[in-house]
């Protein structure tokens, strides 16, 4: 009888153990990484799958009441930024004052909303403008027209709908959530909301356009639609549901005459569509026959010339094919012509690209995606204009060494200054360039500009309150020296985690990027000159940790 309970209760424990393993065996196809933001979730929306929307608003709330409350031994210590002030982050979108347009205002990816009076130019020149609420993602940024206290902020940098997904390639979420749009009345010194999406998660709003005859008409392309206002944003109406709205234009000689632009990770209802009655009906313009491209997986910017010439710039998904495409339209759209497909937006046709006309010359116009291309022939001709490449070392703004061609890769917009012929600004994943000369030289124009976005793996040093270093995206490692002095470590693409080894009294600086690729530092002098670093020697799984 004893061996029969035996046989019972080592078959039940064999039947656990292979069910255990083939749990664990279904989990394996899960990164660990996605597992571990699982948790992350878990743990702060227990007992919720997901933290409900509302919470966030409850939290912001309730900061703003008790953030003038001090801590427990009545020593404030309040912060203080640091930098790096020489070296551009993420920024999304740029806009002019109508009335002075050397006072300009740029959205960033994660640090909200910049203003510069002197056009960008010197060592200070961007200032961080407080809104009061939580706005870190600020995609688009409008004026009024002729009325340069009146501004629109859309915020959230949000590229598809729907849930996260397994893989590199596929990256709905990768930007951030927003709030909303919320409106200035006073030059941007206090701000209220205009469009509450505090508590509807996952919303962004991707361009903002006032009607140029009417400063109460005021239309938002969000991920959610296409929204429209007629009482300068204190009421909005829903127009059309189709996702992922990402440009809006309107056509120069008619403002009842509305073109937008839907899709983005081959969204349902993607393409170009135009209204003639200011958004009564609507027409698909990119249909079978049109001369546009059949199909295509990544989003569309647009821009328009004074003589009414329609420009779409088209991207691909990450996904698949990363073919992106240059279309122009002389009759409002009904049919394109395609003027450039040497896949300018490349693997980024989902993220970030655009096209612009000169307001001085139809004939020039330049786009941008990975590069800069610009064509003085109305489009019948491309050259590339800048080039990427990488130098590490300590550098100034206003340094001569950066007048180049050189602009940072992934370049989210290309705008023309509308009263400066051949100045033109670039913004991207780098900051903000800007040419003086229709293109020809481009250095970047960052100074006081703190917006670059740090990852997790971020080091400080035991031994001395100025050294701590760490990874950012697409921008490599940075290095504090102390006194707000930065040293940039250029490596490729995104830095990653940082470490810094200070026992035994010696000290080697670890940094890293994508595809394992760690180098190491056994020299920190401090010459302000430069570091000697190398390639990791050996496989990671070898390091010996000691």
């Not at 743990?43 to 003038?68: D, M």
């Not at 996260?164 to 909301?193: L, Q």
């Amino acid at each position: 009888m004893k061996i029969f309970y035996a046989t019972i209760i080592l078959i039940f424990l064999l039947s656990c153990a292979k069910e255990k393993n083939v749990k664990l065996n279904k989990q394996d196809t899960t990164p660990g990484s996605f597992q571990g933001l699982q948790m992350w979730n878990d743990i702060r929306s227990y007992p919720n799958h997901e933290i409900k929307s509302e919470g966030f608003e409850q939290a912001f709330n309730n900061l703003q009441k008790n953030k003038n409350i001090s801590n427990l031994q009545g020593d404030e210590r309040p912060w203080k930024s640091i930098g790096p002030k020489n070296i551009g982050g993420r920024m999304l979108c740029l806009a002019f004052n109508p009335q002075n347009p050397n006072t300009i205002w740029s959205g960033s990816a994660s640090g909200g909303i910049w203003k510069s009076t002197s056009a960008a130019l010197g060592n200070e020149a961007w200032v961080k403008i407080p809104t009061g609420f939580p706005t870190l993602g600020v995609m688009t940024i409008a004026f009024a027209s002729n009325d340069s206290l009146v501004i629109y902020a859309g915020t959230g940098e949000v590229y598809n709908v729907g849930k996260p997904e397994n893989g590199a390639a596929y990256r709905p979420t990768r930007g951030s959530y927003g709030i909303g749009i919320i409106k200035s009345t006073d030059g941007g010194n206090t701000w209220a909301k205009s469009l509450d999406y505090s508590k509807s998660q996952g919303r962004g709003i991707n361009m903002i356009k006032i009607n140029p005859n009417d400063t109460e008409e005021i239309w938002a392309a969000t991920s959610h639609g296409l929204l429209k206002s007629i009482d300068a944003g204190l009421s909005w109406q829903n127009i059309t549901d189709i996702l992922n709205a990402t440009d809006i234009e309107f056509d120069k000689g008619d403002a009842e005459t509305i073109f937008v632009s839907y899709g983005n990770f081959y969204s349902e209802g993607r393409g170009i569509y135009k209204t003639s009655d200011n958004g009564q009906n609507w027409d698909k313009l990119n249909g079978e026959g049109t001369g546009f491209v059949s199909d295509f997986g990544g989003k569309i910017k647009m821009d328009m010339s004074l003589e009414g010439i329609l420009w779409a710039s088209v991207g691909n998904n990450y996904q698949g094919s990363t073919e992106s495409w240059i279309y122009n339209s002389s009759d409002k759209g009904e049919s394109w012509n395609l003027k450039f497909d040497d896949d300018h937006a490349k693997w980024q046709g989902w993220y970030s690209h655009d096209v612009a006309v000169s307001p001085f010359d139809e004939m020039e116009i330049s786009i941008v995606g990975i590069q800069s291309f610009i064509s003085k022939d109305g489009g019948d001709s491309f050259i590339q204009n800048s080039e990427m490449h990488y130098n590490s070392g300590r550098f100034e703004p206003m340094d001569d060494e950066n007048i180049s061609n050189y602009i940072h890769s992934d370049i989210h917009a290309v705008v023309y200054h509308p009263n400066a012929e051949g100045t033109i600004y670039f913004v991207g994943d780098g900051g903000i360039f800007k040419s003086r000369d229709g293109g020809v030289k481009i250095r970047d124009y960052n100074g006081g500009l703190q917006t670059t976005q740090f990852y997790a793996g971020f080091s400080n040093s035991q031994n001395s309150k100025d050294f701590a270093l760490g990874g950012m995206q697409d921008n490599g490692t940075a290095l504090y020296l102390g006194d707000d002095y930065w040293y940039y470590w250029a490596g490729f693409g995104d830095g990653s985690w940082s470490g810094i080894d200070e026992r035994g009294g010696k000290e080697r600086i670890y940094m890293s990027s994508q595809q394992m690729n760690i180098t190491f530092s056994e020299d920190r002098s401090i010459n302000r000159k430069g570091l000697n670093f190398e390639n990791f020697p050996i496989p990671l799984n070898k390091v010996d940790a000691a």
